[in-house]
């Protein structure tokens, strides 16, 4: 009974004060970030080469509109073929699962049928882990 009664007043005065609770929360938050300054720029000093590259690289390929329109055909591609290969076989190929099917490349440069596998998401994991 004191805890609904507790619950209550908590969502009441939540309610009533939400603009005192989000400003103190920005204001705990830039706090936060100006005393864990350091350790964040070490951190992403560390990672800045790999994820500067992504960026870029993402960037670059989505503006060029040849490259976007391949990407775009790309995936229409791959969802039909992920499509007639659920309707074909409609199970995993090493449990027999027929939920949450992905598909397998056996080799990542091609998309042909035969380079391929249906598996469930379980049997997917297990394999890369095991690779």
Known sequence: MENEK???YEREY???NLKKIRKYQREYHRKWDQENRKKIMKHKIKNKNRTEYNKEY???YRK???IKEKYIL???AYHNLRKTLIDKIGKCQICGDNEKLELHHKNYNSNKKENITL???NCHRQLHRKN
Do not use: F, G, M, S
């Open 64 to 66: 060029r509109k040849e």
């Open 74 to 76: 790309r995936q229409i």
């Open 119 to 121: 598996l469930c998401r």
């Open 6 to 8: 507790k619950n209550k």
């Open 58 to 60: 993402t960037k670059d």
């Open 14 to 16: 939540r309610r009533k």
